[in-house]
């Protein structure tokens, strides 16, 4: 999947010149974020105002970095001019670091530091866009475990207060909690809450008795549609 997402993103951003190691790493960004499943989907994603957000960002940050190392090559250029070696012999024995003379600005330096400068705040979007993406899975994978629960859909206000409270102890903390964790948090408050109804929530769950019928047979309707959702039983097509 990885590798038809860069083709795409090839053709998509071929205007941009990036190099087949941006593209990859735009193609793992995409991919973290959880939302190409299936080929038909992979248009769409590269397509994404965060891909051409980030691609953008990077061509600039290129075109940064292609300046300040030029202007290294021209500052070497110039202090060779202006330096000419005045010895005509060669050295027998060669100074091994010839960067050595305090005057003489070490041009692999500078242009490492560039690179590295220009390529930090870039980085810090990608960290920060990847973070928000890890914490919005795990806050919707986390949702969709804890409500599956018999218990939770019976005591909708209760499990819906403690989702509440699990949500914000989660953001004070920074959003570091993985799906499980923030479930478990939840499961926590919800599981306190109803055992002052005397539930206990770590007996098997039992339905509530059907309702009779006016003709008295038994309306299973609500137990039906109930196991449905839980995917105890196929839905009606």
């Given at each position: 999947?990885?590798?038809?997402?860069?083709?795409?993103?090839?053709?998509?951003?071929?205007?941009?010149g990036?190099?087949d190691?941006?593209?990859?790493?735009?193609?793992?960004?995409?991919?973290?974020?959880?939302?190409v499943?299936?080929?038909?989907?992979?248009?769409?994603?590269?397509?994404?105002d965060?891909?051409?957000?980030?691609a953008?960002?990077?061509?600039?940050?290129?075109d940064?970095?292609?300046?300040?190392?030029?202007?290294?090559?021209?500052?070497?250029?110039?202090?060779k001019a202006?330096?000419?070696?005045?010895?005509?012999?060669?050295d027998p024995?060669?100074?091994?670091?010839?960067?050595?003379?305090?005057?003489k600005?070490?041009?692999?330096?500078m242009?490492?530091d560039?690179?590295a400068?220009?390529?930090?705040?870039?980085?810090?979007?990608?960290?920060?866009l990847?973070?928000?993406?890890?914490?919005?899975?795990?806050?919707?994978g986390?949702?969709e475990?804890?409500?599956?629960?018999?218990?939770?859909?019976?005591?909708?206000?209760?499990?819906?207060?403690?989702?509440e409270?699990?949500?914000?102890?989660?953001?004070?903390?920074?959003?570091?909690?993985?799906?499980?964790?923030?479930?478990?948090?939840?499961?926590?408050?919800?599981?306190?809450?109803?055992?002052?109804?005397g539930?206990d929530?770590?007996?098997?769950?039992?339905a509530?008795?059907?309702?009779?019928?006016?003709?008295?047979?038994?309306?299973?309707?609500?137990?039906k549609?109930?196991?449905?959702d839980?995917?105890?039983?196929?839905?009606?097509?």
């Amino acid at each position: 999947m990885k590798k038809q997402i860069e083709d795409a993103l090839k053709t998509e951003l071929k205007e941009l010149g990036l190099g087949d190691k941006t593209i990859g790493r735009l193609a793992d960004y995409i991919v973290s974020k959880g939302t190409v499943t299936k080929e038909e989907e992979i248009a769409a994603a590269v397509k994404g105002d965060d891909v051409k957000l980030i691609a953008r960002s990077i061509q600039g940050e290129i075109d940064g970095i292609q300046k300040a190392k030029k202007k290294a090559e021209d500052d070497l250029a110039d202090y060779k001019a202006k330096h000419p070696d005045k010895d005509p012999d060669p050295d027998p024995d060669p100074d091994p670091d010839p960067d050595h003379d305090p005057q003489k600005p070490n041009i692999a330096k500078m242009i490492a530091d560039g690179i590295a400068a220009g390529l930090k705040p870039l980085q810090d979007e990608v960290n920060a866009l990847k973070n928000a993406n890890s914490t919005k899975a795990a806050l919707e994978g986390a949702h969709e475990s804890f409500f599956a629960g018999d218990y939770a859909k019976k005591y909708k206000d209760e499990a819906q207060d403690a989702w509440e409270r699990a949500v914000e102890l989660n953001e004070a903390t920074g959003n570091k909690m993985t799906a499980e964790e923030l479930a478990a948090k939840a499961t926590g408050y919800f599981d306190k809450a109803v055992s002052k109804k005397g539930v206990d929530t770590t007996k098997p769950f039992k339905a509530d008795p059907a309702p009779e019928e006016e003709d008295g047979t038994t309306d299973w309707s609500a137990e039906k549609k109930r196991q449905q959702d839980a995917g105890h039983l196929p839905k009606e097509q």
